[in-house]
């Protein structure tokens, strides 16, 4: 809201004086130019040569720079010496000579507006409505050569600035001298700055709050330096060592906000990330080396920071952001289209409150939300209270006056719903975002501050408001030392008293003040292009149904939501915006996650061979973790459900670091090959962890039945030979006894004798008999060894190798015990010797095989 014309203290009739002063200074210094030597015609012409030559070169005010680097009192009364110290460096290429400084007062007495203010630039062009120099009081200087700088102070007493009504006086420091181009007394320098002037007072004092912000980014991983029980804490960098030391940024802001009338708003995750280095921790190696860590060097420094914080907050308020500090704005913009993602925010709040009692001991405010900037729109405000916050910080350059009030209004406005909008003015909230560094830079920004400070008392002096400061969330150390000195000069100048940011969230809101949220279109684009997108959102709600899955299995949940849980909070932090950082933080969380899960796992195997209708199969899972993990149930299923049944699910406990295999019972209706994958199931019945696969073939007939068979069908070929050659050596026998036989009847001894010789083979076989008789005997061998090709045809046992070697053996069954005993007739002496090889001790081939 342009406010130059909402002051009744710039009034048409103050206007035209100070046009009507810078018209008469304007033609006095004209009249002086006119009558100086140096404005001959004889003198302009090289003046114009050096010119024109020197084009690049600083000339007039531009010459020299000026810097301010104390200014005090920083608002001085009648009874002070104002003490002005700086410096003097010639920028040209030429040297400047006959050199004071000294200070002028603008001309037109107090600055008429806060527009007026923020419209004055602390360096340009010199002119007339910078004022006169204050004579009797300047500081002589030496020539000074190009490049060159020289120090000055000048010390002048209060009464002497000759200023009258309270308000805010432009104060400009100017460097005046000669140079070989401009050979007169001109101002080769000027460093414009503000002057408070609350000399009368009687104000009703600015009720005026100032936050101070304990912010950081995450430094904490979510994994731990070891797999022990001492769970070591791990960092992702030793940064915050540095902040925590003497003189660091988060050092600095406890020791300087201490004596300060401030309320501290707080993020918890630095309360818990500094806890953590409270104890031995350690440090992730180069690019993210998990192996290669090395030992944190902040144990020391976060103990004393603790002892101090919590010294340093005693009768102040604290606030606490939810844990984490959430980006609300990408939340409301990215994020709201994703399950699950607003009621994180209501997660970290409830931790925000557990973490700051623990850790400080004292009870937090947890109904404020803080976004970026200040900057709202109603879905932010929508999200805001959906996180559980009722009063939200915004900013005025966003939540914008409508006009029908010329002065600042009190912070606090309702916007509907309950809710409380603490709109922080964005004039004096930004401003120490600059360098402050430099002394220069640091002197200057205290003084806008009071200067913009004063004139918000100054614009309705009879009428008390209440206005909120709301700095940047990390201010470096040297912005920080800065902004403690503002406060404490602004408390000092008896217009301002300070304020919680409770109480100015309880304040009577001006009627006339906007009340309405800005719309979303109004959302400013620079920070909309750095928000968290939609697919990092989308990757952290897969990060939690992820963990989700996980934990129902876990004895020890504890362990692992704890870390998680506040890992994913941190995800989704403010200060990850504009930081590249951010994706990998996000895909580390996953990857652990993904890995822990992983160490629950079904152990592969290789393919079995089943030779009987009903086997048992052994599948073995493996518990990596150093908890026990319970709820499970693992479960297989058959592609060839009419060809294999693979048994029924079976639940299942592991111990931590242990594997458990379980026993499958198996039924095969059919031969052939089947696939046969193992998945664990967690109690709900989800899917857990990778399904593995295996094949199993399905025969009736194994390899070492078919050598039997083969065998036996060898021996009833050999020995059906067998018997034709000895029934026909009987026949040919026969036959000769029946010839000689007939003969015998007229020769009894020539017969008997002609007997015993008849047959010259059968004392060669004397068997023959035996084995003709025998096979009169025993009619049923030949049936015997048919019944052999197959002993083991209609077995139902069989044997398991649950690894290559071993096996699982079962008791017989009938068939076998039947082939035994038609197997059991008298061994003949003829019989030849069994064509098996002895069972080899050999382990079997690669595979996991099942035989009967």
Known sequence: MGEAALHPVSTPAHGWLRRAAATLVGAALLTGLVQLPGASAAHAAPRATTSAAHTAQPTGSSTALVDVDSLTPTVPTKGDTLKVSGTVTNESDETVSSAH?????????????????????????????????????????????????????????????????????????????????????????????????????????????????????????????????????????????????????????????????????????????????????RVLGPGGDTQHTTPGTGTAYAKEWLDELQSAIQGDEVVALPFGDPDLAS????????????????????????????????????????????????????????????????????????????????????????????????????AFTGDMTT????????????????????????????????????????????????????????WAQSESLSSASAETPDPGAEQTVPSTSSYPSALRRTELSTAAFRQIQS?????????????????????????????????????????????????????????????????????????????????????????????????????????????????????????????????????????????DGAPYGEKMTFQVNVTSITDTVMLVIAGGLLLLVLAGVRMYRQRKRLAARRAGEEAEGAEADGDAEAGAGAGAGADPEAGADPEAGVHAEAEEKNPTAEKATAHEEDPVAESSGSAVDDAPGSSVDEAPGPAEADADEATAVPEQPSDPEPDTAAESTEPPAPGEKVDR
Do not use: C
């Open 101 to 281: 400084v000294g200070l002028r007062i603008g001309s037109g007495g107090p600055m008429g507006s806060r527009d007026d203010i923020s419209g004055t630039a602390a360096t340009g062009g010199f002119s007339v409505s910078d004022g006169a120099e204050i004579p009797g009081h300047t500081a002589t200087l030496p020539d000074i050569p190009p490049g060159i700088s020289v120090p000055f102070t000048i010390d002048m007493p209060a009464g002497d600035l000759g200023l009258g009504d309270d308000g805010v006086y432009q104060l400009g420091v100017t460097a005046s001298g000669t140079t070989p181009a401009e050979g007169y007394q001109h101002v080769v320098g000027i460093k414009r700055t503000f002057l408070p002037w609350y000399a009368r007072g009687g104000s009703q004092k600015t009720k005026t709050t100032f936050l101070w912000p304990l912010i950081d980014q995450p430094h904490l991983d979510l994994r731990s330096a070891d797999a022990d029980q001492t769970q070591t804490p791990l960092f992702r960098d030793d940064d915050l060592a540095s902040e925590l030391a003497p003189g660091g940024r988060l050092q600095q802001m406890v020791a300087l906000g201490k004596d300060l009338p401030v309320t501290w708003v707080v993020d918890p995750d630095l309360l818990a990330t500094v806890d953590a280095m409270t104890k031995p921790y």
């Open 331 to 430: 939340i409301a913009h990215d994020g709201g289209s994703v399950p699950g993602t607003i009621s994180h925010l209501r997660t970290a709040t409830d931790l925000a409150d557990v973490t700051v009692q623990t850790i400080l001991g004292v009870t937090p405010s947890t109904d404020f939300a803080w976004p970026v900037d200040g900057a709202v729109d109603p879905s932010i405000v929508n999200v805001a209270t959906a996180g559980g916050a009722d009063k939200i910080l915004a900013r005025s350059d966003s939540f914008r006056e409508n006009g029908s009030l010329n002065y600042t209004p009190t912070a606090a406005r309702p916007i509907g719903g309950g809710n409380t909008a603490i709109v922080a003015d964005a004039g004096l909230s930004t």
């Open 439 to 494: 002394a220069d830079g640091s002197t200057l920004a205290v003084q806008r501050f009071l200067a913009q400070s004063l004139m918000i008392d100054e614009q309705v002096p009879g009428k008390q408001r209440s206005i909120v400061i709301a700095p940047q969330r990390m201010p470096t150390a040297s912005q920080a030392q800065t902004m403690a000195a503002a406060i404490s000069s602004v408390f000092a100048g008896g």
């Open 543 to 683: 990060i939690q149904n992820q963990l989700a899955g996980f934990l129902v299995i876990l004895s020890r949940k504890d362990r692992v939501t704890t870390p998680f849980g506040n890992a994913v909070l941190r995800s989704m932090s403010t200060q990850w915006r504009g930081d590249a950082g951010a994706a990998g933080f996000r895909d580390d969380i996953s990857s652990y996650l993904t890995g822990l899960s992983g160490d629950v796992h079904i152990l592969a195997k290789q393919s079995i061979t089943l030779s009987g209708r009903t086997a048992t199969i052994p599948v073995t899972v493996q518990n990596s973790l150093a908890q026990e993990v319970t709820g499970l149930t693992l479960r297989l299923t058959s592609n060839q459900s009419n060809r294999l049944d693979p048994g029924k699910p079976q639940a299942l406990d592991i111990g931590a670091g242990r594997s458990r295999s379980l026993k499958f019972t198996t039924t095969a209706s059919a031969n052939g090959k089947a696939w046969v994958t193992a998945q664990l199931y967690t109690q």
